[in-house]
Antibody
Framework: QVQLVQSGAEVKKPGASVKVSCKAS????????IIWVRQATGQGLEWLGW????????VYAQKFQGRVTLTWDASISTAYMHLNSLESEDTAVFYC?????????WGQGTLVTVSS | QSALTQPASVSGSPGQSITISCTGT?????????VSWYQQHPGKAPKVMIY???YRPSGVSNRFSGSKSGNTASLTISGLQTEDEADYYC??????????FGGGTKLTVL
């Protein structure tokens, strides 16, 4: 069965960076795009970006351009989201999701807390 | 990219039907048949309920249906059940490999 398993919670100081991983299993990793979404506490879903392991393309939301980088290692079926210059407003749960028939499969979420 | 507009809250009684709207522009909702809807219970990851405007994934109850007219998409839930109480988000493709979400709607089953 398809699963996306994300790395554990992180606590970071303002100005630092964070890297969240998303390990895929149960399907061919390069056959589907991975989308990254964040959700601040009590807030809605916000799209960060989109990566296509098949053709190597990445697209970032304008709001996060220059601060977020999406990468992957196809040999271990793992996607990564790197966010730098963290601010307290970046405290949120970050999700990866597989595209295909909507965002059909989601990771469990990774809480990133930014606090001094 | 501005968020799609959803009502902050809707409510209904068990057995009733409700509709949640999702208004965008001709650059997103109105321009593509790639609108999806997600249900999210507290502390859980979102779950896709509708994709490509009106397709229901396997395992999702046929009480959930989707439609679109112009720049507004809608999610209708018929025969409301207590377990339907959750937050609902719409999402649309917005061109150039970008996505945009709605602000979310809290459904209360009275």
């Amino acid at each position: 069965q398809v699963q996306l398993v994300q790395s554990g919670a992180e606590v970071k100081k303002p100005g630092a960076s964070v890297k969240v991983s998303c390990k895929a299993s149960g399907y061919t990793f390069t056959s589907y795009e991975i989308i990254w979404v964040r959700q601040a506490t009590g807030q809605g879903l916000e799209w960060l970006g989109w990566m296509s392991p098949n053709n190597g393309n990445t697209v970032y939301a304008q709001k996060f351009q220059g601060r977020v980088t999406l990468t992957w290692d196809a040999s271990i079926s793992t996607a990564y989201m790197h966010l730098n210059s963290l601010e307290s407003e970046d405290t949120a749960v970050f999700y990866c999701a597989r595209n295909g028939a909507g965002l059909h499969y989601w990771g469990q979420g990774t809480l990133v807390t930014v606090s001094s | 990219q501005s968020a799609l507009t959803q009502p902050a809250s809707v409510s209904g009684s068990p057995g009733q039907s409700i509709t949640i709207s999702c208004t965008g522009t001709s650059s997103d909702v109105g321009g593509y048949n790639f609108v999806s809807w997600y249900q999210q219970h507290p502390g859980k990851a979102p779950k896709v309920m509708i994709y490509d405007v009106n397709y229901r994934p396997s395992g999702v109850s046929n009480r959930f249906s989707g439609s679109k007219s112009g720049n507004t998409a809608s999610l209708t839930i018929s025969g409301l059940q207590t377990e339907d109480e959750a937050d609902y988000y719409c999402c649309s493709y917005a061109g150039s490999s970008s996505l945009v979400f709605g602000g979310g709607t809290k459904l209360t089953v009275l």
